[in-house]
C-alpha cells in the first residue's frame, strides 16, 4: 500500500516504522506521518506527538482520541503539499497544504506549523490554519 502521506513511497517503508514507534528525525517527516496518522485513524499517535502547550492538546485523552477518532472516519485525506520548510536542531516551520474533504464539502487548508525537540523528539506544538489554498508568502503575512 502506498504511504497516505503522498510520499509516493510504500507504507512499510515511509510512515509505518514512525507509527509503530522510532522516532522522526525531522520535523517535516513528523509533519508527514502525523498526516499519514490522521488518515488511518491512529488517534494515539496524533496525541504521543502534540506538545502539552499546543493550543490543541486536550486533557482528557479519551474525549480527545474520540474526537480525533471522528474527525478521521469523517474526513478522506486527499493530498498533502509542502510548500516550505524551516528547520534546524531544535526549531522547525513547516508550510504545507492538505487537501482534505469532508462529506461533499472540499476542507483544503494551508497550514504554517511550528515543531520542536524536547529530548530528543520532535513533537508539534502548533500552527496557523488559513482554510483554502495559500501560498507560502501568504502564511507569513498572518
Not at 24 to 40: D, G, H, K, S, V
Not at 57 to 68: H, M, V
Not at 91 to 113: M, Y
Request: charged share 30%.
Amino acid at each position: 500500500m502506498k504511504c497516505p502521506c503522498h510520499s509516493g513511497n510504500d507504507y512499510k517503508d515511509c510512515c509505518e516504522p514512525f507509527h509503530k514507534g522510532k522516532l522522526p528525525p525531522t520535523p517535516t517527516i513528523l509533519l508527514r506521518a502525523r498526516y499519514a496518522a490522521y488518515a488511518l485513524n491512529l488517534p494515539d499517535f496524533i496525541i504521543d506527538t502534540t506538545h502539552p502547550e499546543c493550543f490543541y492538546y486536550e486533557k482528557d485523552k479519551d474525549k480527545w482520541k474520540k474526537d480525533l477518532e471522528e474527525f478521521s472516519t469523517s474526513t478522506i485525506f486527499k493530498d498533502l503539499r509542502i510548500l516550505d520548510t524551516h528547520e534546524d536542531e531544535e526549531l522547525g516551520f513547516i508550510t504545507f497544504v492538505a487537501f482534505i474533504k469532508q462529506g461533499d464539502e472540499d476542507a483544503t487548508f494551508t497550514e504554517r506549523s511550528y515543531f520542536v525537540r524536547e529530548e530528543g523528539k520532535w513533537l508539534y506544538r502548533d500552527g496557523i490554519v488559513k482554510s483554502g489554498i495559500h501560498t507560502n508568502e501568504q502564511m507569513l503575512e498572518i
